[in-house]
């Protein structure tokens, strides 16, 4: 569809409410289809109807205090002003209202305090992310009702983390209001009147220690690749009474950090598939079925549209941006709000590998039968071995999968990926020393002979004699994978197949699913297909494993039945030659 302009902006009609009411009155909008919004803000927004009706009942200890819910807003408007750009007054939009009076306005009926313990705000760039953090900020070191307030402003590095923090000092410096009640300083904010401060932290901070967190605001998780820094704010808040922690964020490409785990969780709690009274989630995006070429749909990711950016402005930029990927790429990620993964090549996008996040219990895989694979690998670096089984009767896989990296390669914390939190999962083994024993592999694969039917294991040859050796003299049939084009090509395109018809279970493993987002296709000449990876510290050990695998069971899922339909076909049918 080709780009149109059009005057995109929201304003309030005459019968609007009284600004202490709007964020009651942005949700029924939304609600009611009035105000463009994506199925997330949509599913945001009727909880907080549905919650306003379960006020008062025994099971829902929340009320909605609208007064306190505005007294933030209120503080911004009347004191915060953008230090950049030509702003006199600063006036929140009814999306803002809905946040802010949210997060502050929700609070327990008996003690006053806060319901939302953390928040995550979801939208795409230039929709006020900055100022909001800033006027936050100050509010909660001056205004919030703690004594001794520490507020922390966190980035994935102290330089992005000090960009936000001048902003910060520049909106007290430029406000004679503010600047008459707050200190400012090269590395902090302090306003003496209740001994509270305003501070940059980062993951590359020297100490983290001795935090004692009231207000914490996280800006673009989107880069960070483990919980450290997120930890640290987490363990420090116990000695407050309403601690707030908020991520502020745009989409990215890191698909294996802690946004996409806050993204599916608020997926999860937005549509009623799990129960959490403590988190808030706004998320603008767009949805799966909206063109990214279709201007009409881009508010959902950027409700300021019309106040802090235009959309005109948007149409240029993305006319010029579509041609060159990289910078398309950049474009629908970080202007629209949706995940893309790194690099052009990438073999699959990032909503085909969610449409594959279904589960299956363990149990109901027992007696079934299987077939290994297994990749090993080279001194300090990832082995893989995994199960895949066919389901009868459907054209289904699921996948049992699990990972070795020696304790050298953790030390190096070059990559920042998250060993612990694999490991604590039970998704990876942290092996002492420099390398992994293949006697790791071969004594995982016997195990899991206890409690599967394990058919035969397909293998790369190179560099796996001995443990080869080891398989077949306890009873298991090897089957050598030559990793080649005409070998892997037709696995490669059956695998694809199964994965854009949501057909394989992984059972919502995350380290199979970062391998699997790091793969990469190169073609020889004559279009036969391998799998790479994308980048230098990327690795696809477990999706090498799986694809060992596949190249066996792509030949047993399925077979025609005379009549036409699918019918399951087992490996003791195959090894009787289809008696």
């Known amino acids: 569809m080709s780009s149109r302009s059009s005057k995109t902006k929201i304003t309030l009609p005459l019968t609007a409410p009284s600004p202490k009411l709007l964020t009651t009155w942005y949700a029924q909008q939304v609600v009611a289809g009035k105000i463009v919004a994506s199925q997330k803000v949509r599913q945001a927004c009727k909880r907080h109807l549905n919650d306003l009706k379960r006020q008062g009942t025994t099971e829902f200890p929340w009320v909605f205090d609208e007064e306190k819910g505005h007294r933030p807003i209120r503080f911004m408007e009347q004191f915060c002003r953008p230090s950049q750009g030509n702003y006199r007054q600063l006036v929140l939009q009814p999306w803002q209202h809905f946040i802010i009076g949210s997060l502050y306005g929700w609070v327990h009926k008996d003690t006053g305090l806060r319901r939302f313990r953390e928040g995550l705000i979801f939208v795409g760039r230039k929709n006020g992310k900055t100022t909001k953090v800033s006027g936050l900020s100050l509010y909660g070191a001056s205004k919030d009702g703690e004594r001794g307030a520490r507020v922390y402003q966190l980035a994935n590095s102290m330089k992005q983390a000090r960009l936000q923090f001048d902003e910060c000092k520049a909106m007290v410096q430029q406000s004679p209001a503010l600047a008459k009640h707050f200190r400012v300083t090269r590395d902090a904010i302090f306003f003496d009147k209740t001994l509270s401060k305003i501070e940059p932290q980062a993951s590359d901070s020297e100490r983290l220690d001795g935090l004692n967190t009231h207000l914490a605001i996280f800006d673009e998780i989107h ?21 707030l922690i908020l991520y502020i964020t745009t989409a990215g490409t890191v698909l294996d950090g802690p946004l996409m785990d806050y993204y599916e969780l608020g997926a999860d709690i937005l549509s009623g598939a799990i129960t ?8 603008a995006e767009l949805d799966p079925e909206d063109d990214v070429e279709d201007p009409a749909t881009w508010i959902k990711a950027n409700p300021n549209l019309g106040v802090s950016l235009q959309l005109d402005d948007m149409i240029e930029e993305w006319e010029r941006a579509k041609l060159i990927p990289a910078e398309r790429s950049d474009f629908i990620t970080k202007r629209l709000n949706v995940f893309v993964k790194a690099g052009e090549e990438s073999w699959l996008p990032w909503e085909v ?18 077939v290994g694979g297994f990749d090993l690998s080279d001194t300090q670096d990832f082995t893989a071995a ?25 030390a190096l914390d070059q990559e920042k990926i998250p060993f612990r939190e694999y490991e604590e999962a039970g998704l990876l083994t942290i092996v002492p020393g420099d390398y992994v024993r293949h006697e790791l592999v071969y004594e995982w694969f016997v195990k899991q002979a206890e409690r599967f039917a394990i058919t035969k294991i397909a293998y790369d040859p190179a560099k796996a004699f001995e443990l080869v050796k080891a398989l077949t003299g306890y009873g298991f049939e090897l089957k050598p994978v030559r990793q080649g084009f005409i070998t892997l090509g037709p696995a490669l395109d059956h695998l694809q197949e199964l994965f854009l018809d949501g057909a394989v279970v992984y059972n919502n493993n995350r380290l199979l699913r ?40 792509m030949h047993m899922l399925t077979t025609p039945s005379p009549g ?6 087992s490996i003791s049918k195959l090894l009787k030659g289809g008696e």
Not at 276 to 283: A, D, K, Q, T
Not at 564 to 569: A, C, K, Q, R, T
């Open 223 to 243: 880069e960070y690749r483990d919980y450290k820094l997120i930890n640290v704010i987490k363990n420090s808040r116990g000695a407050r009474q309403q601690p």
């Open 276 to 283: 959490n009274e403590r988190l808030f989630f706004f998320m």
């Open 353 to 370: 590998i969610q449409r594959n996040n279904g589960e299956i219990p363990i149990e109901e895989l027992e007696g079934l039968e299987c």
């Open 386 to 410: 995994c199960l895949e089984f066919p389901i009868p009767g459907e054209r289904k896989v699921a996948v049992i999968s699990h990972s070795w990296v020696p304790q050298a390669k953790v």
């Open 514 to 553: 970062w391998y699997i987002n790091n793969v990469k296709l190169v073609e020889d000449r004559n279009r036969n297909k391998m799998p790479t990876k994308i980048g230098k510290y990327r690795r696809i050990d477990g999706f090498a494993a799986l694809l060992n695998a596949h190249t066996e069971v």
């Open 564 to 569: 036409g339909s699918i019918e399951f076909v």
